[in-house]
């Protein structure tokens, strides 16, 4: 399917309802790329009244029937194809009373600018007796003639100064104001001596977030293989330890320094321990002390066996003892309260997590219904996992889209920690909708957005705002390593993660990568200040960036965000400080040279002005004579 079929057939769908924060944020999520097929449009016209919610993580209010959504949705196409008619309240606004001379001067100027420049030309041939222009340049050229090397110097050194200045005063204006110098004073808000907005240059959230990784790998049959072929450490030792106090909370209870000999108080230092080789050691040990210990098993398969086939025959049979012992284990659901928890919910805690990694196992094999039933299974008894996510990662790979709807209709809620896979996955859904539905050229609209689109760029803006770093990823843009035990929410870790287990999810439906493509750098460009303000979510935290450089190995470059670019106007005042600081850095060393060569400049630049002074003169007589005559 072409990009050009797959724009149009993002008009077809109607199988997802709006809400009204969506059809409020019409012209202001994501405009398409221009390219050479011309049903990609690229811009579009803002509506006249929008009601915008507010910042931070806004509850998304549900349309009160989707006939009532799609009215609004082609009110606002309608609108926007037609253009819209004044209400009276507009016209109120736009009379001429209330326009000052000031702005029609201003409008005048930016519009009729040809006209402008006609009329000064006019008037000065209408006045060329009483302006001796040809004695004025032949006078400027004798005097350029006369210029010494302290007037040049002096003459570039000062445009330095001022272009450094001007350059320190933007610089100043964009980190305080958070806007160029030369756009304030475009505005015209320096007539009215108003200072812009101070921004806030703290962010909202001055922290992270660190989570566990639900779809992280086994270290020894994965993460130690890939040290071997590339000789680089796919883990930090920072994130060895947070999975280590991971395991002290989940596995260690009260009752295991009873015994400091015995088997489980053996494991109870193995699972504060960050270091596999040690974690090896002592695991053999406390199967020395009881042969098939569940939890000596699920370390060994976790750090020491080199594939997955031996890994889930280790967690098998870890189940199978912890079943068939006698253990005792707390029938009720799964509650994690560190040391002070009984051997009963240890246990059953135990249980739970070695099902866990016996689901991913059972993926990795291509035992997809397996593990799907096992995912549903611990994402009803222990939430504390985030299984949901690894159950939406396998349903994506049976293609079973309906229940991965279920899924996201569940979990997408605001009372729930958002992710990545949650946000990405349903912009994956609407783009396969849409690219798989006819085309209905009655729907069709060039010049707005239908309600399919709609849905579309707002979960597509959505998903962004959280974590601006994935599109690179799916995109192939960015390089990324195997991902990390812990990921920073919103950050490039989780970016890694995401798109590591999921971009073959993505390449299998080609349209969602291309409204991705065309997509995601206008979605991000019309977040403005994501550190100060979001439209579905808290502002971006700006030290995501700390976190990640502890997680993720030190081989990978880390994506920031927001992606600041430095403005023009620092990047021409700039150039301009150093050129005439060059300049005079080399009329200072090499004089004589630089003379000569600023005296051939005026010479050659004398002779162009001096032939269109001839014509002027030759021709423009003779016109104003005809008009004078006719």
Not at 11 to 32: G, S
Request: glycine content about 4%; overall charge negative; proline content about 5%.
């Amino acid at each position: 399917m072409g990009s050009s079929q797959v724009m149009r057939t993002l008009n077809a769908t109607r199988d997802m309802p709006l809400t009204d924060k969506e059809i409020d944020e019409l012209h202001k999520i994501v405009a398409y790329k221009n390219t050479d097929d011309q049903d990609i449009r690229n811009s579009m016209s803002p509506p006249a009244h929008t009601s915008s919610g507010g910042g931070g993580s806004a509850k998304r209010s549900t349309a009160s029937s989707p006939a009532g959504a799609s009215a609004a949705a082609a009110a606002a196409s309608s609108s926007s194809a037609g253009g819209l008619a004044p209400s009276p309240d507009d016209s109120d606004v736009s009379s001429l009373d209330e326009i000052s001379l000031l702005e029609m001067l201003v409008w005048s100027a930016s519009n009729l600018w040809g006209i402008w420049l006609l009329t000064c030309v006019l008037t000065m041939w209408a006045l060329r007796e009483h302006l001796p222009i040809r004695e004025s340049l032949n006078q400027y050229m004798i005097a350029m003639r006369m210029v010494t090397l302290d007037d040049l110097l002096i003459t570039f050194g000062m445009f330095a100064i001022l272009l450094f200045i001007l350059m320190c005063v933007d610089i100043y204006c964009q980190r305080v104001y958070g806007t160029s110098f030369f756009t304030y004073l475009k505005s015209g808000d320096i007539l009215s001596l108003k200072l812009p907005e101070k921004r806030e240059t703290t962010s909202v959230l001055s922290d992270y977030k660190v989570w566990r990784n639900p779809l992280c790998l086994f270290r020894g049959s994965e993460y130690d293989r890939y040290t071997w072929a590339t000789t680089d450490q796919p883990l930090t030792n920072w994130d060895r330890e947070l999975t280590a106090q991971d395991h002290s909370v989940m596995f260690v209870c009260s009752s295991d320094s009873d015994n400091p000999e015995s088997a489980d108080a053996i494991m109870a230092e193995a699972w504060r321990c960050s270091c596999s080789s040690q974690r090896v050691q002592m695991a053999h040990k406390a199967l020395e002390r009881d042969p098939g210990h569940p939890a000596a098993l699920l370390m060994l398969a976790e750090e020491e066996v080199t594939s997955i086939v031996e890994t889930e025959s280790l967690l098998r049979q870890a189940l199978k003892n912890l079943e068939t012992s006698g253990r005792e284990i707390n029938p009720g659901p799964v509650v994690i309260v560190g040391s002070t928890q009984t051997n009963a919910s240890r246990n059953k805690t135990l249980l739970i997590y070695i099902k866990w990694r016996l689901g991913m196992c059972a993926r990795k094999l291509g035992h997809l219904k397996e593990a799907v039933r096992l995912f549903r299974r611990i994402t009803r008894d222990c939430p504390y996992l985030s299984a949901h996510e690894n159950l939406i990662e396998a349903l994506l790979e049976m293609k079973s889209y309906a229940d991965v709807q279920q899924v996201l209709s569940k979990y997408d809620d605001l009372g729930l920690p958002k992710s990545a896979s949650i946000c990405y996955t349903s912009v994956l859904l609407r783009a396969r909708s849409a690219g798989e539905l006819p085309l209905a050229s009655a729907d069709l609209n060039r010049n707005g957005m239908t309600a399919a689109e709609l849905g579309l760029t707002a979960s597509l803006s959505r998903a962004v705002e959280f974590n601006p770093h994935v599109p690179q990823y799916l995109l192939e843009q960015r390089s990324f390593v195997l991902p990390p035990e812990h990921v920073v929410k919103r950050g490039d870790s989780e970016a890694v993660a995401y798109a590591f287990h999921h971009l073959r999810h993505w390449k299998q439906i080609e349209s969602a990568l291309v409204v991705l493509h065309f997509s995601w750098e206008s979605a991000i460009a019309h977040l403005t200040h994501p550190t100060q303000q979001g439209r579905y979510f808290h502002p971006y935290p700006t030290s995501t960036r700390d976190g990640d450089h502890q997680i993720l190995p030190a081989h990978h470059t880390i994506s920031t965000h927001p992606f600041e670019s430095t403005p023009s106007s620092i990047k021409v005042t700039f150039s301009g400080c150093m050129l005439f600081l060059a300049i005079t850095l080399l009329l200072q060393t090499f004089p004589l040279a630089i003379k000569g060569i600023f005296t051939v400049v005026l010479h050659t630049l004398h002779i162009p002005l001096e032939l269109c002074a001839q014509m002027l003169e030759h021709y423009c007589p003779v016109v104003f004579q005809t008009l004078s005559d006719g």
